[in-house]
């Protein structure tokens, strides 16, 4: 096994024992097993890990993107408007159409994923906004650190995400995030942010880096946290303080489809010997796609990742980046969660984008 995950083999077989990968290799080999799937020569790859989303919402921002598409920049003030519709759903509302999304995600092949919270951003709706997205999984983020609200200072909210809002959201949350940007927390906002929530037993995450150059990611490595996500805009000192902690950079690349913002650098990350995870980051406003293989496509295209480099990032590394060893590759003893491409190559995700790739997925051994 490289440090990127498996390798891919050929003329393969598995055998799920369960709920869990028990034994992989050439179909030669395959030992006797109860019951066979003949997959008819498609490629089978690991489900997708999708470590960057925000699901919570409610509201609709299409008019925004397409004033962006008529150039209008982007800069992250949206979120406002998306905070007022979601304070006014109701927790039926908000369950429902995290549903709906959790359920499109699964279609195109996301086994696992990571849904943040960020459109509350008070102490009510921060932590209802979580106990939603943990009816859908373990890796829930709290993220009322997203943007200040109006009618406060930011000095007066940092005080309240790190206070009653971190207590009331904690029992609700594996992770801490915080966006580290222009317009959003500076550096020794998001500082003081994330560790109250390591205080309080919360893996530190960030976006940074996604507008323009900052000190989040060298934070970010500072801190040993597991992930920084975004790096759109990178020194060389960001790229070696990433390589020399081993923080993973997540790129969005849908982000920058939906932006027009240059799309982060891949290769030279690659090429540095930094871990590259790859996410949706499906929300409502700068990047409204549920699409893993989407973003694989986009990062071979326009990122410098090979087919295969790009597979690994949204799978093996995309695990990584959310401190799981039990998913994110075909190998024994993880997690049976796999997809079946009706195409006999993974490198077919980015060399017919946009086509329905995924036939069939399968989560925990079960099929979907």
Partial sequence: MDPEGPDLIEQ?????????????????????????????????????????????????????????????????????????????ATDEQLTSHVARLVGEMRRQGTTTVEIKSGYGLTVRDEARSLAVARQFTEETTYLGAHVVPDGTTPEEYVELVTGPMLDAARDHARWIDVFCERGAFDVDQARTILRAGEERGLRGRLHA???????????????????????????????????????????????????????PDARRLLDAGVR?????????????????????????????MTPTEALRAATYVGARALDRDDVGALVPGRRADLVVLDAPSHVHLAYRPGVPLVTQTWVGGHLT
């Fill in 12 to 88: 393969a077989a598995l055998v799920v024992d369960g709920a869990t990968v028990a034994w992989v290799g050439l179909a030669a080999d395959a030992p006797a097993a109860d019951q066979q799937v003949d997959a008819g020569g498609r490629a089978v790859i690991p489900g997708f890990v999708d470590s960057h989303s925000h699901l919570v919402f409610a509201g609709d921002r299409a008019q925004e993107f397409a004033a962006r598409m008529t150039g209008t920049p982007y800069a992250a003030g949206g979120i406002r408007t998306t905070v007022a519709a979601t304070r006014a």
């Fill in 276 to 304: 590259v995870a790859l996410a949706s980051d499906c929300n409502p406003g700068s990047c409204f796609t549920s699409s893993v293989p989407l973003c694989i496509a986009l990062a071979v295209r326009e990122m410098g």
């Fill in 209 to 263: 880096n996604q507008l323009t150059y900052g000190e989040g990611v060298r934070l970010a490595a500072e801190l040993g946290l597991a992930a920084v996500d975004h790096c759109t805009f990178l020194s060389d000192a960001d790229v070696d303080a990433l390589r020399d902690s081993g923080t993973i950079a997540t790129l969005l690349p849908g982000v920058e489809f939906s932006t027009k913002q240059p799309y």
